[in-house]
C-alpha cells in the first residue's frame, strides 16, 4: 500500500519557534510538495521539489523554507512562526513519469501558532 | 495564469438523491490535465480521476460520473444516489502539462444526510 506519511497529525507552537514538518514517501516519487490548506481559499502550493536538493517556489513561500536530502524525505521549515501560519499542511508526491501525474498525499498536520 | 473555480461552497443532499459539483477552468493551454480529488473528514486527499485536454469522452465508475465540455471549460461531476460515507469535501484541479504546479480549486464540502 502506497503511502505519504507526515510526522505530526497535530502540532502546538509558540510565536517565534522554529518548526519542522516532516513529510516521507515510499513510492520512490521524484516530486514532492507542500501545501497549506485554509477555509475558502482551497490548497495552495508553498514550496516543491522535482529532485533531490532541487526546490522552486510555490505561490505562498513567504516565512518557509524546505529541505529535501533524501528522495524520499521533505522538510517544510518555518523558521520563526507566527500565528497567521496556523493552518492545515498538506505533503504529496507524484512520478514524473508513468501513472496519471495524480498526486498521493499525507494525512496533513495541523500547525495551531499560539 | 490557470484558475479553478468551484462556485458551491456547500451542498447537502439526502441520501440517494443525485448531485453534481461544479468546476470551471480558466486556462491558455492546449494541453492540460483536470482531476479530482476527495478529501473525506481524515483529511487525506484521495485521487478520482485524470481527464487530458484531448479527451472529452465523459467517464463513469460505478456511482460516479465526469462530464468534461472544453466548450464550457468545465469538468463536472456527479455521483448517483448518494451515501453519506460520500460526504466530504471534493477539490477539482488543473496542471499544465509538462510542469508540476497543480492549481486547485477552493472545494465544494457535500453532506449527505441520512
Known amino acids: 500500500d502506497v503511502k505519504v506519511t507526515q510526522s505530526s497529525r497535530y502540532l502546538v507552537k509558540r510565536t517565534g519557534e522554529k518548526v519542522f514538518l516532516e513529510c516521507v514517501q515510499d513510492m520512490d516519487h521524484e516530486n514532492m510538495f507542500w501545501y497549506r490548506q485554509d477555509p475558502g481559499l482551497g490548497l495552495r502550493l508553498i514550496y516543491f521539489s522535482y529532485d533531490v536538493k532541487m526546490k522552486e517556489k510555490g505561490d505562498i513561500p513567504e516565512g518557509y523554507s524546505v529541505s529535501r536530502e533524501k528522495k524520499e524525505r521533505f522538510s517544510l521549515i518555518l523558521e520563526s512562526a507566527s500565528t497567521n501560519q496556523t493552518s492545515m499542511y498538506l505533503c504529496?508526491?507524484?512520478?514524473?513519469?508513468?501513472?496519471?501525474?495524480?498526486?498521493?498525499f499525507g494525512p496533513g498536520t495541523r500547525l495551531t501558532v499560539l | 495564469a490557470q484558475k479553478v473555480t468551484q462556485a458551491q461552497t456547500e451542498i447537502s443532499v439526502v441520501e440517494k438523491e443525485d448531485v453534481t459539483l461544479d468546476c470551471v477552468y480558466e486556462?491558455?493551454?492546449?494541453?492540460?490535465?483536470l482531476f479530482w480529488y476527495k478529501q473525506p473528514p481524515s483529511g487525506e486527499l484521495v485521487f478520482l480521476i485524470r481527464?487530458?485536454?484531448?479527451?472529452?469522452q465523459n467517464e463513469i465508475s460505478g456511482r460516479y460520473s465526469w462530464n468534461f465540455q472544453k466548450s464550457t471549460s468545465s469538468f463536472n461531476f456527479t455521483i448517483t444516489a448518494s451515501q453519506v460515507v460520500d460526504s466530504a469535501v471534493y477539490f477539482c484541479a488543473h496542471l499544465t502539462s509538462g510542469t508540476y504546479k497543480y492549481i486547485f480549486g477552493t472545494g465544494t464540502r457535500l453532506k449527505v444526510l441520512a
Open positions: 486556462t491558455r493551454d492546449t494541453t492540460y490535465y
Open positions: 481527464r487530458n485536454s484531448f479527451d472529452e
Open positions: 504529496a508526491s507524484s512520478a514524473t513519469s508513468g501513472g496519471l501525474n495524480e498526486q498521493f
